[in-house]
């Protein structure tokens, strides 16, 4: 899969595309990870799903959606003509759950690639579970790869003892990139009335706070594995997405701060864009895992 | 849909209204019209320089004011981020996403319509009033506070038609909650619309209920955008699990579960 630049957004930061076609032009992002999507249609967790951190949050949406047959029926037909990469970020409980909600994508013109979700640290079943150990991922890494024939793009946790040996276990099974990281679990409590703040007590930590743990994950990958690597992890300006590309990352998503300022996405395409010239750099793929020791 | 937009707003006039609450009249900084904004709505406003506010403070739009190019916001000091907007220059500069979330419903016919407001919900019933009284509709304020210094820009609603009042501490009107006010058993409303601390929206939701009065309820959730891309804001609905940012925050109290 080719990309008109590197900056992608991240799923479950950006809804379909459509919530933020009144503040920025699509055409202009390298591609969309659209929202999580699942075989049935989800509720998520009850409210509140979300708390403000020191530069983050933390949130327990656990994946509502309306299922994959919602999808293909009602927001494909809006979303293919979007000029830009979109791609499905597809989770579920069981493998079979895995299995069933790609095979209703394959064959969707415009959807190159599907993202697969092992690392949602939000539902009770499935989601993280299947990211926290090589034999699982790679178990549902397999049974996904033999009927997805597109793009393959396994999404990491960084709940984990080495992340590196994870990223070779899916490429093993025929991953064509992994995407990391999603979010950290974490939990907050309000002192006063002595409750979580969360309805499910723990949720995943994003935003910039977790920036530097997210870039020594990249680095690690990057130098642990020979397909591409998507960097993310709290990206606010075009200085954080060099510096995950220097790390190793061939492209970066930007997810939380979408929330912040709903143009971040393009205001680091075109900060790239001046980077890229100041240097006298060719492309950003000269600078993929470049950074210089001594 | 009236589209969004993200904006830079120049601070007109800081106003404090008492030791919690300030009001904010602000203008866009580049003379650009402001595009058209219906009462309920809101804005999500960017907070610089404070170290524990990450994300962005959604405020109500208190008021409108179109020969001025003005939008006037009541903020509540409740934590750091709205510390710093209530502590904000006049002249200061606010990034504002405008205007997000739906809307309240504007009668076409006249008849007998009730605002219940409390604490700094008040806000839009102001900007829900004027709207009224602009079509030559008569409403009934209700607004209910701690206490006197509680019950704000009580010269601005009566512009626009009649105010009552209760307190906790019987320092202005009745004394006690909003619902035990009598006018509330000697008047027949129509349409009641409310917006406040839940407690107190939901006993207004049965009140309302109980008698088959339409009414509509403006919801606070927290959220993280406010513009339905995060699902973080949800209500518990008859439709299921709605993003109380775009779908909201306005709800007809029936499709909510309040009362179930």
Sequence with gaps: MQLRNPVMTASGTFGYGTEYTDFMDLGRLGGIFVKGTTLEPRQGNDYPRMAETPSGMLNAVGLQNKGVDYFVEHIYPVIK???????????????????????????????????????????????????????????????????????LIVKLSPNVTDIAEIARSVEAEGADSVSLVNTFLGMAIDAES????????????????????????????????????????????????????????????????????????????????????????????????????? | MIPMKQLDFTVRSNDKLNDQNHLLKVVPSDNEQLP?????????????????????????????????????????????????????????????LVPLGNSFTIPSSRGSYLLVGGGVGTAPLLFLGKKL???GIACDFLLGGASEQNILQRSDFTAYGTL????????????????????????????????????????????????????????????????????????????????????GPVFDINELTWLD
Excluded at chain 1, 82 to 87: L, V
Excluded at chain 1, 114 to 123: A, G, H, R, T, W
Excluded at chain 1, 206 to 229: E, Y
Excluded at chain 2, 42 to 70: G, W
């Design chain 2, 133 to 135: 009284h602009e079509r």
């Design chain 1, 81 to 151: 003509d979007y000029d830009t990469r979109m791609i499905v970020n597809v989770s579920g409980s069981t493998v079979e759950d895995y299995v069933a909600c790609t095979e209703k994508l394959v064959g969707l013109e415009k959807i190159p690639a599907i993202e697969l979700n092992i690392s949602c640290p939000n539902v009770k079943e499935g989601g993280m579970a299947f990211g926290t150990s090589c034999a699982s991922a790679a178990q549902v890494t397999r049974a996904v790869r033999k009927v997805y024939p597109g793009t």
């Design chain 2, 36 to 96: 058209e904004m219906l009462p309920g709505q809101f804005v999500q406003i960017l907070v610089e320089n404070a170290q524990h506010t990450f994300l962005r403070r959604p405020i109500s739009i208190n008021n409108i004011v179109p020969e001025r190019n003005e939008i006037w916001l009541l903020v509540q000091t409740v934590g750091e981020g709205t510390q710093k907007l209530c502590e904000m220059a006049v002249g200061g500069r606010l990034n504002m």
């Design chain 1, 194 to 294: 002595r409750r979580p703040k969360l309805s499910t007590v723990t949720g995943g930590l994003s935003g910039p706070c977790i920036k530097p743990i997210a870039l020594r994950m990249v680095w690690q990958v990057f130098h642990a594995v020979n397909i591409p690597v998507i960097g993310m992890g709290g990206i606010c300006n075009w200085e954080d997405a060099i510096e995950f590309i220097l790390a190793g990352a061939t492209a970066i998503q930007v997810g939380t701060y979408n929330f912040i300022d709903p143009s971040a996405s393009v205001k680091i395409v075109e900060g790239i864009e001046e980077y890229l010239l100041r240097h006298n750099i060719a492309s950003v793929t000269d600078l993929v895992g470049a950074m210089e020791m001594g």
């Design chain 2, 164 to 247: 009552y009042c209760t307190t906790e501490d019987g320092s202005l009107g009745e004394k006690g909650y909003v619902t035990h006010h009598p006018v509330l058993q000697h008047k027949k409303y129509d349409f009641i619309f409310t917006c406040g601390p839940k407690p107190m929206m939901v006993a207004v939701a049965r009140y309302a209920h109980e008698r088959g009065i339409r009414c509509e309820a403006s919801l606070e959730n927290l959220m993280a955008c406010g513009f339905g891309a995060c699902l973080c804001c949800v209500e518990k609905t008859t439709r299921g699990n709605v993003c109380a940012c775009t779908e």
